[in-house]
Each structure stands twice: as C-alpha cells, then as structure tokens.
C-alpha cells in the first residue's frame, strides 16, 4: 500500500523574457519524471511549474515591443510558455504567474509578517546593478570590460555593462540569519544536492552575508510594497514566493500545511537564490525551510552552455516534430547525469533512438505480442515450471525496479533508467536464447514455449509500469496492447513500487494490437 506521503516539487518559474529552449524542458521533463514517479507510487504528488513577470528587463522588453507589460507576458504565456508544456507532456497539477492577483495579494502577507517581526529596514543603498542578472552584483562577479565596454564596469555572467543605481531602498536583514543557515546545511546535508553545488554554497554563505535590498523605485512593473507603494518589490523575492503562494500561503492553510515543504529543482546559476536567500526569508517568516534544493546541470551545444543570445538556443519542438516527446524525454533523461553538465548532439539522440528506443524496448514489445497471437492465438499463456533462465530474468525484474526506485529517490534519474533498462537487455538476450521460435516447430516443447513467452509477456508488464514515467506515449499504448483492463495511471492497481513483484499479468489475458511504438526514422 502506497504510503501517502506528500511530495511537493517545484520547476523555477521561468522568466518569460526568453523564449524556450531545450534547457528549460530539459528542467521541466526532469521535474515531471520525478512526480509522475511518485504520483504512480502513490504519493501526495504536487508538480508545480509557472513564469516569472515581473522586473525591469521584461518592462524594458515591453516598451521596445510596444506592449504594455501585462500584454506582452500575457502574449509570451500563452503562445511559447504554456505550449512548451504540451510539446514535452508535462503533467503539471498548476500553474503560476507571478502577475496571479492569488500570487500578489499572498507576497504582500510575506513581507508584511516580516516587516512586523523586524527583519526589514530602510536604508540608502547605492551598487552595480545588472538588468540581465537583476541584481546588485558582488564584488566577485563584477570584472572589468574588454573592447566595445573597455574602461566600463561588466557583469561576470552577461559581459555587459552594469548600472550604477543610488535608492533608498528596504532592506531583508538577511546577515542575521547566516549561521542558521550555516546549521542548516550541516544538520541537513542533503538540503543542497548535489554534493558541488552544496560545498559552493556553504562556502559563500561562510564568508558572510549582506543584507537583501527587497524594493526598487525607479520603476513600477512590480509587486508593490503595501506600506509604501512607491516601491515594487525585488523581482526575485517576488519569485521564490511562488512556491508558497501556489499553495495557499496566508490564505489556504489546509492545503499549505498538507504540500509544504517544497522539494526544489533549479539550474545551477540560481542555486544561490534558492539556498541562501529562499531558506532565509522562510526562516525569518517562522517556516520551515525547503525539504531540499537540487541544482542541475548545464545542456552544453557544441561546448558552450545554450542560450537564445549565444544562437545555440533549439527550440523543443525542432527534436519532438521528428522524434516525438517520449524520444526527447528519454534522452535527456538517460543521456545526461542528473545534476552535472551534459553535451546534447543530433548524432547521439538519433543514435539512442535507434538503438535504445526503437530497436531495444520498441522491437522487442512488438515481437512477444506477435509471438503471443502467433503460438497462442493471442492469449497470454500458462508458465507451466519455470528453469534457471525464467527465475534469473525474475530476479532481474525485482532488483531493477528496487534499484530504480532508490534512484529515483536520491534524484539520479539516470540512473534509474539505466537500472530499468536493465529489463530491456534481459529480456532480448532471453528471447535470443531461449528461440521460441524453434520451440514452436515441436510438439513436445509446448510447455516450455508457454512458460518463455508468459516469462517475456509478463516482463513487458514491468517496463510499461516502470517506464511510464518516462514514455508517457508509448507505455499505455503497450499497456493496452497487453490486455489490462485498468489504465496505467489507476491506482492503487499499479502501484510503481511494487511493480518488481512477479506475476501480475494474468495467464488467459487477451493481448491486443500493437502499433510500432518508435517508427523508423529517416536521416535528419
Ligand atoms: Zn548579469
């Protein structure tokens, strides 16, 4: 039985300034092979993924546009954000804006509790200031430019000039909470994974920490603060607010008390945000802090890390058009170690496809059903006594779907799949071995053709079960192809956890057709 236990995971809300590439569905698929996993073991699952609106840069977009910022987000949502979801089928339980009047009314309760316990204060603030980062940058990320910006002042991460800004500004006292958070990540060490990306963090947070300045007056595309509403709030205290006020922060107790604490995936460059000043704004509320915080990975394109502004940028849709969803999701899935850089190349996603997808999982599904119509008039048969080579591909079974499962649990969703994957090679080297083909020419060897393609059958069972987090198109094709009657996603029937039992598929099941899950595809 399924234990019931609340798995809340976040995606970042993306700024809807970009438009999206591989790198952003890259988190998304991520995210949602992670809760459609505990979603199908039974667990509270919550995916929650959304767009951050606010800031200078998408006002400042706007403008160029000529759109008003409300119009040009509301546009950027509707036609490149919500359709990336359906384009790598995404099966997220909400979606959040940061312009949602629940989202601002909810940040405003924030910061008014923080205000009333003392953590914020007024003061002259005057810095560096990048509109790509929208941040004050430290001193560690400020460098000085070269060629067209000789002479001026660049950010680190964007090379482009940063601006002088002089405000009187609010500030979160965010000094004060550095050895909370330092305890944090020591009586927590998993609350920063993977292992590099904690150690970056506990060593800028040893260094000592700056106050937060929390507001900006010189423009208005913001949160407004309520007890000054000439000032709107800091975008990215705006943002990490989200995954509170989604739900229900100040207003919906029931269902923040029953999904919080958060689990959090990000991008490597905003670990810093989620693991300092995130967990100190929840500490200086009186909450508790995220279960964890898991920064991923760079996708590198021909080496350097993808984006629009360096024209490496792809667009999802350009690998699923060809390869489907279930290609792209798989790859990036198996291809790349969850949480360190990985390269994406045309030649190896075709090559995986072929190999892995379309000849491995793919071939094999199509030839135990045909067998199954063929040498049993389509009805899945009796085992009759099962030899050495039945009970290793069992035990193959048990261990893969155990293993995977401890995986998932850890976030190598890698792997996982590779543990599954496991199935797959077994399965073909038994089915190579064992020739039903050639049993079937003799009489005397019925019984054992039956218990070789129950053996195959049921372990095609597994992998739709183990696999659907993954393929989310291909698996309830194979689930129906082999005659279950309750859907794949119907619980408690298929609970993932005990997908690894032997002997769920029913002897006397009738399979059905089975379309070719992943066609031949042309040179690219
Ligand atoms: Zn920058």
Request: proline share 5%; glycine share 8%.
């Amino acid at each position: 039985m399924p234990d019931g236990r609340s798995f809340y995971l976040t995606t970042p809300i993306f700024y809807v300034n970009d438009v999206p590439h591989i790198g952003h569905a890259y988190t998304e698929v991520a995210a949602d092979v992670m809760t459609r996993w505990h979603r199908q073991a039974g667990d509270d699952t919550w995916l929650l993924t959304g767009t951050d609106e606010h800031g200078q840069k998408i006002l400042r977009t706007a403008t160029a546009n000529g759109a008003s910022p409300k119009e040009w987000t509301d546009r950027l949502v509707e036609t490149a954000w919500k359709p990336l979801l359906e384009t790598i089928d995404i099966a997220n339980d909400d979606f959040i804006r940061t312009t949602d009047e629940r989202h601002e009314r909810r940040v405003k309760l924030f910061i008014e509790k923080l205000r009333e316990a003392g953590h914020i204060y007024e003061a002259e603030y005057e810095g560096l200031y990048c509109v790509g980062c929208e941040e004050f940058k430290p001193e560690s990320e400020i460098v000085e430019g070269a060629g067209e910006y000789a002479g001026q002042k660049v950010c680190a991460i964007h090379g482009r000039p940063l601006e002088l800004l002089q405000e009187k500004n609010y500030f979160f006292r965010m000094s004060a909470f550095q050895q909370q958070l330092l305890d944090l990540y020591k009586s927590q060490p998993d609350f920063v994974q993977p292992e590099s990306a904690r150690n970056e963090v506990v060593a800028f947070v040893s260094q000592g920490l700056n106050d937060l300045s929390i507001s900006r007056s010189s423009f208005d595309w913001g949160i407004p603060i309520p007890w000054d509403e000439k000032h709107v709030l800091y975008v990215w205290v705006d943002a990490l607010l989200n995954y509170a006020t989604a739900i229900g922060y100040g207003e919906d107790d029931e269902q923040f008390q029953r999904r919080w604490p958060a689990r959090h995936i990000v991008g490597k460059d905003i670990l810093r945000f989620h693991a300092v000043i995130w967990p100190a704004m929840l500490l200086a509320a009186g909450l508790p802090v995220p279960a964890g915080v898991f920064g991923h990975g760079w996708l590198l394109v021909g080496g350097e890390k993808m984006s629009k502004s360096k024209l490496t940028g792809i667009a999802p849709n350009e690998i699923t058009d060809t390869f489907g969803s279930d290609a792209f999701r798989y790859y990036f899935m198996r291809a790349i170690s969850f949480g360190q850089d990985g390269s994406f190349s045309w030649e190896d996603l075709a090559a995986r496809y072929q190999a892995e997808l379309a000849n491995g999982f793919g071939n094999l599904a199509s030839r135990v059903i045909a067998m199954v119509k063929r040498y049993f008039d389509g009805v899945v048969p009796q085992p009759v006594a099962d030899e050495a080579a039945d009970l290793a591909v069992q035990t193959t079974v048990g261990a893969a779907a155990l293993e995977a499962d401890a995986a998932m649990e850890r976030f190598a969703i890698h792997d996982a799949l590779a543990a599954v994957w496991k199935i797959v090679d077994a399965l073909n080297g038994y089915i190579t071995e064992q020739e039903p083909w050639a049993l079937a020419k003799d009489e005397a060897t019925r019984d054992r053709l039956a218990t070789v393609l129950y053996t195959a059958t049921e372990g095609l069972r597994a992998l739709a079960v183990l696999l659907s987090p993954v393929l989310t198109k291909a698996t309830p094709k194979l689930w129906s192809a082999l005659g279950v009657e309750d859907s794949l996603g119907a619980l408690p029937e298929q609970p993932l956890r005990a997908a690894g039992e032997w002997g769920q598929l029913k002897p006397g099941t009738v399979v059905g057709e089975l379309e070719p899950l992943f066609p031949r595809i042309e040179a690219v």
